[in-house]
């Protein structure tokens, strides 16, 4: 199957043969509490009080799979990477959970089965063919279903902040964020666009870093020698203000079907 996304270099957790070593390295990357919010604020979106059926596409390991199954839910794992599938293999089944798990030799698009969410997380901006994926993935979407899609935004405080001091700094590379494999930046105007022409209900949106506390924390530590800071915690308090949503640096649009 011919990849739809740039690979990531030899040091990433998915190219690691040893699925145990892949998964430890992968899960340490959530004890970062940027990680961490990213994930609770896709979890507090999600009802949990009934059983709903949901695919973690482009999941990974399954971390978010994970933790949805444990509210309860029919969970299933989409992912282009046989290493990933390999490692969340035995993430499952070390934790004991029983998640469904689509692999990429057997095409993404050839079952007829639908959703009731589909989470794309930090995944779109990776993705070659953006807007023929959320068009395949808003398909498998059943009435009333709503699919999430979270990434980088560029129309945020830390893009204004961070963005103009990489160009200062390197103003002959292009920057497109905190990950070498992504394409693209978006903000709430293009993600909206993306759904043009597909029957949809509401759209609404989420953020978090909108106050960018990792940059504070750089720059104490750097000045006056400060660990980490509680600085975050401003953050989850603007989380809450919906408006703000549009302006954090991790955004999620959140598109409902009719």
């Known amino acids: 199957m011919k990849k739809n996304y740039i690979d990531y270099d030899q040091k990433h957790w998915s190219k690691i043969k040893n699925p145990e070593e892949a998964l430890n390295k992968y899960l340490n ?15 507090g979106i999600i009802p949990n009080n009934k059983k709903l059926k949901i695919l973690d596409y482009g ?3 399954g971390f978010l799979a994970a933790e949805l199954k444990k509210l309860g839910h029919d969970v299933t794992l989409a992912d282009q990477s046989k290493e990933a599938i390999n490692t969340a ?3 499952f089944k ?3 959970l029983d998640i469904k798990i689509l692999k990429a030799e057997k095409g993404y698009f050839s079952w007829d089965e639908k959703f009731d969410i589909i989470v794309a997380k930090d995944l779109i901006e990776h993705v070659i063919e953006d807007k023929k994926m959320f068009r395949d993935l808003f398909k498998r ?7 999430l899609v979270t990434t980088q935004n ?3 405080l830390n893009y204004l902040i961070e963005g103009t001091y990489r160009k200062i700094k390197n103003p002959n590379i292009k920057w ?3 990950d070498r494999t992504h394409l693209r930046f978006y903000t709430p105007k293009t993600l909206i666009s993306l759904s043009e022409g597909l029957s949809v209900k509401k759209i609404k949106f989420r953020g978090s870093y909108i106050f960018p506390y990792k940059l504070i924390d750089i720059a104490l530590n750097k000045l006056f020698g400060i660990n980490k800071t509680k600085a975050y915690m401003i953050d989850i308090f603007l989380m809450k203000i919906n408006f703000l949503g549009r302006f ?3 955004i999620m649009m959140i598109c409902q079907k009719n």
Do not use: H, T, V
Not at 141 to 147: E, W
């Open 248 to 250: 954090g640096w991790n």
């Open 94 to 96: 070390k934790e004991k």
């Open 141 to 147: 979407l059943n009435k009333n279903g709503k699919i």
């Open 59 to 61: 999941g990974g390991i």
């Open 29 to 43: 990357n959530y004890k970062d509490i940027y990680n961490r919010i990213n994930i609770d604020k896709i979890l």
């Open 89 to 91: 293999e035995f993430f």
């Open 154 to 156: 560029s129309k945020s």
């Open 176 to 178: 497109l964020g905190w």
